[in-house]
Each structure stands twice: as C-alpha cells, then as structure tokens.
C-alpha cells in the first residue's frame, strides 16, 4: 500500500512540476542549469547532440538562435568551432568561434581544405530507412506488378538476372524491387498500409511484348523471389529537417520495422499519423500509463490475475497518468503514417505508447 500511495504522489508531484515548467517564460527554462560555458564542435557531432548539451529541451534550438545576431545560420557549424554560451540582461547569448581554413600546400597547387557542416540528426541513423523501407495503401500494393520469373526457370534472382514481371504500365527505366513485411494496423484495427522492404533495384532490357516486361536485375540486397512487387524507383534522399515541437497532434506508436518488443534510442517506430497531420522534423513526446488500479479491499492492478474480481460497487478504478519516457523525431510520411527515429528514451518504448507534444 504504502508503494502504491508514493508512485501516485510522484506522478501527481511530476504533473504538478510539468505545470509550473509551462508556466516559465521559454527563455527561462531554455539553458540547463548545468551547462558549460563553452563548447567545441567535434567530428561527429549533430545540432540535436550540441542543443542537448546545453537545453533540457533540445528541439527548441531555433527558436533560441532565432533571438540571437552572433550565429546567423545554426546549420552551418562546423566541427573545430567553439560555441560560447553567455547571458546578458537575463537572457541567453551564443557567439561561435570559428578557426581559418587549414591551408594544403603542394608542389602543383595551392586549396583550402573544405570542411563539412555537421548534420541535424545522426544520418547513419536514419538513412537506411529512407532507402529500404516504404508505406503504400493496400489497395495500391494489390495492383503493383511483380516477378513473374525467367527463362531459366529460377526460383530466385540477384544481379545480372533478366526477369520477366507482369506489365509495369508506366516508362520508368529504374524500378526497386520490393517485398511485403507487415500489415501496418491502427488500434482501431484500421488498415494503415503495407510496409514494403527494398530488395533490388532493376533497369528495363527491353520493352513490353506479349504482356510481360524484362528487367535486368542491377543491385540486389536480398534474393529476389517470384511474387516480388515492383515500385518506380526514388532516389530518397536525406529530407531537410527544421525541427519544430508538436502542438495539438497526438498519435499512437503502432508498430516499428522489425517487430521488436522493445525499442531504445535511435531505433524507428511508427506512428499512426499521415503527412497531413505531421511533418519531417517533428518533435513529438513518448508517453505511457501503468495499468489502472482497482482501489476496493485490497489495491489491485488491473491486469493481473484475478485483477478485474475486485471491481465492484464499494471499489473505484483508478487510471494512471501518462508520464514521459522519450521523445522521437518524424523523418518521412505516408498517407496514414509516418517513421519517427528515438530521439531520447528513459526505458524501452514499445507499441500502443502515446505520442504528443512533447
């Protein structure tokens, strides 16, 4: 009992913590308490990784460089630069430092190395889900073409192959190769989409006759199998993230790409929003509730066994409030559902989490 009565009292003290935080002006509560006066940009580096160094909430960086005429483009930082952090009148100052450009000398010429700003995100992180890894709508995925076989009887394809498939009824020269993963279901039970994994890449050989096309197998990731779909191929690219926090959106996690049971940082989740309700760049809260507590003779949790047999009249449900564990980043959307990479995370995240402003 007394356990129950001090994790209602921390959640009810979290809540009332949360309330007096909004109540802050942002400049106030921007700067860590903690941290450093100055910082060195090293190889490696990413804007989220410096914003948490000195922000408790890491996603409003622009908003912070947005009040200040030292550094005009936060996107332009550079490993080696020393960002200084001051105040003046209360209020939080950056300035950069930045070295001059090694200079290469050779016999034959005379450059100037030319450095590399540093990314938003880690892209190692994010990049192979950019390539691999697609949402479509299910009755799109039931009409897509796909492999038919060769005229070697194969049962399996990688590079060089030639492939007959089913007509692709379009002129692209470049088409990915892609296989069906999972159904993508929102708690609903609605149908999300198909998550597709890019299995090869192929160009066209020669053009359509007696209903069939022949693709010549290019790059392959995996074998390729008869069945096998085919989507016009898409050069994705790394999208340009401008981080802004959710405000009224709210979604569920709904699943990940690898049916994991548990997720930490820097693993994809996705959600059941579409790109009409967010966008790359997004910053959304991760949010979870323990099981309701039935208050009757004996505090029970519900879930547990014989949890639901003390509900009854003289007894009370009580339901916990959601406290946060982490925060993701969406970095593509689909119609009904978007990819978010764990940006943060105090414990493993897992499908049916809340995700919010964060």
Request: no cysteine.
């Amino acid at each position: 009992m007394f356990n129950l009565k001090k994790r209602l009292q921390q959640a009810t003290l979290g809540i009332l913590v949360f309330m007096m935080l909004i109540s802050v002006p942002a400049s106030a509560r921007q700067v860590k308490t903690d941290a450093p006066q100055t910082y060195t940009v090293k190889k490696g580096d990413t804007l989220w990784d410096i914003a948490s160094v000195f922000l408790d909430e890491p996603w409003v960086w622009p908003e912070l460089w947005r009040t200040n005429t030292q550094i005009q483009n936060p996107h332009l930082i550079y490993p080696g630069d020393v960002i200084n952090l001051a105040f003046f009148n209360g209020q939080p100052v950056m300035s950069l430092k930045r070295d001059k450009p090694v200079i290469v000398l050779s016999p034959a010429s005379r450059r100037s190395a030319k450095a590399v700003p540093i990314d938003i995100l880690p892209a190692s992180a994010i990049q192979p889900y950019i390539h691999h890894h697609h949402l479509v709508d299910e009755d799109t995925y039931q009409t897509l073409p796909y492999v038919l076989g060769n005229h070697h009887g194969n049962v399996r394809f990688v590079d060089d192959n030639l492939i007959l498939s089913s007509l692709t009824n379009g002129t692209e020269d470049q088409l990915q190769v892609v296989r069906k993963q999972s159904t993508i279901y929102a708690p609903d039970g609605e149908v999300l989409g198909v998550q597709l994994t890019h299995i090869a890449n192929t160009t066209r050989f020669s053009s359509a006759q007696d209903g069939v096309d022949v693709l010549r197998m290019t790059q392959s990731f995996q074998e390729a199998k008869r069945g096998d779909k085919l989507i016009p191929y898409t050069p994705d690219r790394m999208p340009d993230l401008h981080l802004q926090a959710a405000k009224q959106q709210q979604g569920v996690i709904v699943g990940d790409l690898h049916d994991h049971n548990l997720l930490g940082k820097y693993d994809v989740v996705i959600v059941n929003l579409g790109n009409a309700d967010v966008a790359p760049g997004m910053v959304m809260g991760v949010y979870t509730a323990g099981p309701d507590i039935i208050d009757g003779k004996r505090p029970q949790y519900i879930d547990e066994p014989g949890g639901t047999d003390g509900l009854n009249i003289f007894s009370k449900k009580l339901a916990q409030p959601a406290l946060k564990v982490g925060e993701i980043i969406i970095f593509k959307t689909f119609n009904k559902a978007s990819y978010g990479l764990i940006s943060r995370a105090s414990e493993g995240i897992t499908k049916g989490f809340i995700v919010a402003k964060p």
